[in-house]
């Protein structure tokens, strides 16, 4: 099962937004409802942004949503903020795999 | 607060062997799906094994299939993790995770295992 695909880097001025793409395959992240989002500060745990392409958890900011089309899911993250700036790894169940995780972007706020 | 802290990493030699510890709380650990995740230097997160409810479906990614196993310990709310014949490509930081329907709600803060000689 090979990595999803998102984009090395990703910046944004404080307030703007900013999109970053997860590009799977039929057999994962477009078979599937299962899309996932997940927030890492280098050293400590990542933290679950999104879950079921577009839910948000308790505590998560609206300023975080997701979407899926195809094979491609996207998390976008409106109003920057200089704590926003982090790595950001998508995830999708892939049935037997069972589960496979983005390539990672990092997020930049200038 | 939910809390899920490793331990057991550390410098083993390559062929060596180690057993890594997630220790939970917080939260009801036999509902949960619990899984491994590892982080190699300078890469991306990648999932290595999952263990069900009640331990007795277990789950590995094909790099570690035949070396790894994993177990969980209900009354002691603990993970583990024992990884045998280590390779320098095992070389991570280890993560374990707690999953309710197919995400992974709560995260460790990892613990750094390295295979050199």
């Known amino acids: 099962q090979s990595a999803l695909t998102q984009p090395p880097s990703a910046s944004g001025s404080p307030g703007q937004s900013v999109t970053i793409s997860c590009t799977g395959a039929s057999s994962d992240v477009g078979r599937y409802g299962y899309v996932s989002w997940y927030q890492h500060h280098p050293g400590k745990a990542p933290k679950l942004m999104i879950y079921d392409v577009s839910k948000r958890p308790s505590g998560v900011p609206d300023r975080f949503s997701g979407s899926k089309s195809g094979n491609t899911a996207s998390l976008t993250v409106s109003g920057l903020q200089a704590e926003d700036e982090a790595d950001y790894y998508c995830s999708s169940y892939a049935g037997s795999t069972p589960f496979v995780f983005g390539t990672g972007t990092k997020v930049t706020v200038l | 607060e939910v809390q899920l802290v490793e331990s057991g990493g550390g410098l083993v030699q390559p062929g060596g062997s180690l057993r890594l510890s997630c220790a939970a709380s917080?939260?009801?650990?036999?509902?949960?799906?619990m899984h491994w995740v590892r982080q190699a230097p300078g890469k991306g997160l990648a999932w290595v094994s999952r263990i069900i409810h009640d331990g007795t479906i277990t789950t590995y990614a094909d790099s570690v299939r035949g070396r790894f196993t994993i177990s969980r310990d209900s009354a002691k709310k603990t993970l583990y993790l024992e990884m045998n014949s280590l390779r320098a490509e095992d070389t991570a930081v280890y993560f374990c995770?707690?999953?309710?329907?197919?995400?992974?709600?709560?995260w460790g803060q990892g613990t750094l295992v390295t295979v050199s000689s």
């Open positions: 917080g939260f009801t650990f036999s509902s949960y799906v």
């Open positions: 995770a707690a999953d309710i329907e197919y995400k992974f709600d709560y």
